[in-house]
């Protein structure tokens, strides 16, 4: 029995090959944030010489990338991103996601927003019928806190908590929300974007990930594979 660590290794692992036409010399790829980022950008590293460098969607995996010889390039100085890899916290057969776990949604939708392709690498326990069990992450301004809670509970939000001790790296703080019904996930991201104070919501549903890998038991499994012949 692998543990979830070994799944999520074997998945990054995997998301190499993945993406193996986009080692090239000119290629610039996104990287996400967590640990299942840090097992990619630990994979990608024996490969730093096939490719430019990289987009970090955090100071923490910029550091990674820095301390594996990969060159980080701010975003913007570059023009477009070809694939960017990340994890989720909860991704559901649509390739709708709830992110932020880790605290970097803003970011990590930011650099996806930025490529062609979004490679979601998770294990297995993260795959679900219906998102929301996961509370939702959402990163606002400090002095929005209490106003955007009270619209949240007004969105049928059963709890709303602000994360302890923690500031992103933009500096603000991140709201956990439990209980809100995500029936169309699309639409909630939209009304949540929608509330003065919010500065990114948790929901990647508007732009949902292009393919994910998920890491099981009985190996690599692919969801939503892509009809471009590039991605078979
Ligand atoms: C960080 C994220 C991560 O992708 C998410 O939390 C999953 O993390 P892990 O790979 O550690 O399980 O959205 O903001």
Known sequence: MLTQDQL???VAKQALSHIRQHLI???IIGIGTGSTADFFID????HRHAFRGAVASSERSAKRLAMHGIRVFDLNEVDELAVYVDGADEINAKLEMIKGGGGALTREKIVASASHHFVCIVDESKV????GAFPLP????AISKEVVSRQLYQLGATEVIERKDFLTDNGHPILDVKGLKIE???RLEAQINDIPGVV???LFAIRPATVALVGTQEGVKIIGQTADPRYA
């Open 184 to 186: 169309d996930a699309a």
């Open 43 to 46: 994979a990608l590293a024996e």
């Open 25 to 27: 010399q000119d290629a």
């Open 128 to 131: 679900v019928d219906n998102l």
């Open 8 to 10: 999520k290794q074997a």
């Open 138 to 141: 959402i990163e606002v301004l």
């Open 200 to 202: 990114t919501c948790g």
